[in-house]
């Protein structure tokens, strides 16, 4: 799934789950768990530089997208060109799942409802790949 629609997913579910939420009540509070929800909706997928770097072997896909961002966002079906997208999609899972561990235990002992947040936004985002890799949506 493309940067935009993993953005627009987090909006969506971020809002929801601020006005959800019983624990987050202060509006700077509820305004700052949004725009993690949105960042961390889309900067989750950085991982997969690091699983590109394991595979091709050089950091040539990073630096790529870090000299032309434009390209990183708006080519993003030729970011990982010459990687074994299969193996890719299965890793970067993965690691997807071991990031989400680390930042729910993490968020989890600031506040259980920061952990509940990241739980379900990290959820929707792996549902939102699943769902792409699959050809459902």
């Given at each position: 799934?493309?940067?935009?629609?993993?953005?627009?997913?987090?909006?969506?579910?971020?809002?929801?789950?601020?006005?959800?939420?019983?624990?987050?009540?202060?509006?700077?509070?509820?305004?700052?768990?949004?725009?993690?929800?949105?960042?961390?909706?889309?900067?989750?997928?950085?991982?997969?530089?690091?699983?590109?770097?394991?595979?091709?072997?050089?950091?040539?896909?990073?630096?790529?997208?870090?000299?032309d961002p434009v390209f990183?966002?708006?080519?993003?079906?030729?970011?990982?060109?010459?990687?074994?997208?299969?193996?890719?999609?299965?890793?970067?899972?993965?690691?997807?799942a071991l990031v989400g561990?680390?930042?729910?235990?993490?968020?989890?002992?600031?506040?259980?409802?920061?952990?509940?947040?990241?739980?379900?936004?990290?959820?929707?985002?792996?549902?939102?790949?699943?769902?792409?890799?699959?050809?459902?949506?």
């Open positions: 799934m493309k940067s935009p629609e993993h953005a627009a997913l987090g909006a969506v579910t971020s809002g929801t789950l601020v006005l959800a939420l019983p624990e987050i009540g202060v509006p700077l509070e509820a305004l700052g768990l949004f725009a993690y929800g949105v960042v961390l909706s889309v900067f989750v997928d950085l991982d997969h530089f690091l699983l590109a770097r394991y595979h091709a072997g050089d950091w040539s896909h990073f630096r790529r997208c870090v000299t990183a966002f708006t080519q993003q079906e030729q970011v990982f060109d010459g990687v074994d997208t299969d193996i890719l999609e299965t890793h970067r899972l993965l690691t997807h561990a680390g930042l729910v235990g993490a968020t989890g002992l600031l506040s259980p409802a920061y952990a509940v947040f990241t739980a379900l936004v990290l959820y929707v985002h792996v549902v939102a790949d699943l769902l792409r890799d699959g050809d459902i949506a």
